[in-house]
């Protein structure tokens, strides 16, 4: 049996090891934001959110600054109800800030882009997107794209 | 006659076997808050079943992300989706690969060795000499042991993980020439940290007391001979690989399955 002072040594560096595996995996594959879960809550309303999930990112001008909480479907003006968890610190959205759903890259996840406006007034948390514009679904633009060629060639 | 009573036997020793093995794992977790005061033996069983397991795991781990990375490498490029290599091996790995493959070297490196060592220990007659002298062996050799593979697992499978994760790294940035930032970035915007970092370390706990548990019960319920101890060693490895890639299965529908 080795001395009892070597093996604790061997078994300090072997749980150092696994926390930092643990760290790396955390910070650098999952990039964990400890700040996440604060922030106010916004909702915006869409007529078709097609593809998009909750835990999405939410960002203006590219910059992530909150995720897609809650997604649900309101039955009387049959659309969809995201709700929108925004940093406390960027608190000084302007109450005519309009919202879209975008596609990063050709076949790469939804995420919501707000578009911030001129409006003095700022979004109150709990507040709701009045401006939104819908996600783009290919299948519809394809449709679209060949009705207008076929009318062309009329 | 004779089929209908060989049936009925092997049921009711499986029962019994199955029985015995709960009693055990009881009268272990009972032992367990001992080792608050006797930390010296588990630290000790953590050298011998995580540390001297490390360099296997490392290993392992390098070799399955590099595999990883060029397999992964080879059907995204015929997609122009070579980008996503990051995402694809963070996610097998951390989610699947890591937890299970380490449980199944753990199996094969570690509980093997309980196995042989409680139960030679049991066919020395050292066991039934503890009790001689009061000590009761259940909380003496069983109970740090299953501390220390239940707490080495998940150390393992997180360094697995890591390891693999620069595997695919070196292979798909390195040698295929994936772009680095895309690498870390599609990787990191595809992996949560709740959903899926944190399920596959519950994952490796709940294998760490699935393989140690096995591992424990076959030596000590072994057969105290030469011949009853080999066996048992086999069990050990064969039932803890089937145990764990039975329960891998419940455990991804229960928190993937939605």
């Known amino acids: ?154 | 006659m004779e089929w209908l009573a060989g049936l009925g036997h092997s049921a009711l020793s499986f029962f019994q076997r199955l029985g015995r093995g709960h009693l055990l794992f009881f009268a272990i977790l009972q032992g367990l808050p001992g080792m608050v005061l006797r930390p010296g033996l588990v630290v000790q069983q953590v050298y011998a079943v995580g540390v001297l397991s490390l360099i296997i795991i490392v290993v392992s781990g390098l070799f399955v992300g590099m595999v990883l990375g060029l397999q992964g490498y080879n059907t995204l490029v015929d997609f122009g989706a070579e980008q996503s290599l990051g995402s694809v091996v963070a996610l097998t790995l951390v989610r699947e690969l890591g937890p299970v493959v380490t449980a199944l070297l753990f199996a094969g490196r570690a509980g093997s060795a309980l196995t042989a060592e409680i139960g030679l220990m049991k066919a020395t007659e050292q066991l039934s000499g503890m009790e001689m002298m009061a000590v009761d062996p259940v909380r003496r050799v069983l109970a740090p042991r299953f501390l220390a593979g239940f707490l080495s697992l998940p150390v393992l499978a997180a360094i697995f993980s890591a390891v693999g994760v620069w595997g695919g790294y070196f292979v798909g940035v390195g040698l295929l020439g994936v772009d680095d930032g895309a690498y870390w970035s599609q990787m990191q915007a595809a992996t949560d940290f709740r959903d899926d970092v944190w399920n596959g370390v519950i994952k490796s706990l709940v294998f760490g007391v699935v393989a140690t548990w096995i591992a424990l019960f076959e030596g000590y319920d072994a057969i105290p001979t030469s011949e009853g101890v080999s066996r048992a060693t086999t069990r050990t490895v064969v039932h803890t690989s089937l145990a764990v890639l039975g329960l891998d299965f419940v455990l991804t529908a229960l928190m993937f399955g939605e």
């Open chain 1, 1 to 154: 049996m080795m001395k009892s002072r070597t093996v604790e040594i061997w078994v300090g560096l072997f749980v150092a090891a696994g926390l930092a595996a643990l760290f790396v995996l955390a910070m650098q594959v999952s990039n964990l934001t400890l700040v996440d879960d604060e922030g106010y809550p916004l909702t915006a309303r869409f007529d078709n959110i097609a593809g998009l999930k909750v835990r999405a990112p939410v960002t203006v001008g590219g910059v992530r600054i909150g995720r897609v909480t809650a997604i649900d479907y309101d039955p009387r003006t049959f659309q969809a109800v995201v709700t929108l968890r925004i940093q406390a610190r960027f608190n000084q959205l302007p109450e005519d800030t309009g919202a879209s759903i975008l596609t990063s890259g050709l076949l790469g996840e939804k995420y919501v882009g707000l578009e911030p406006g001129g409006a003095e007034e700022v979004l109150a948390p709990g507040g709701s997107i009045a401006i939104t514009q819908s996600s783009l679904i290919l299948e519809q633009l394809i449709g679209k794209f060949l009705f207008s060629k076929a009318s062309e060639e009329k």
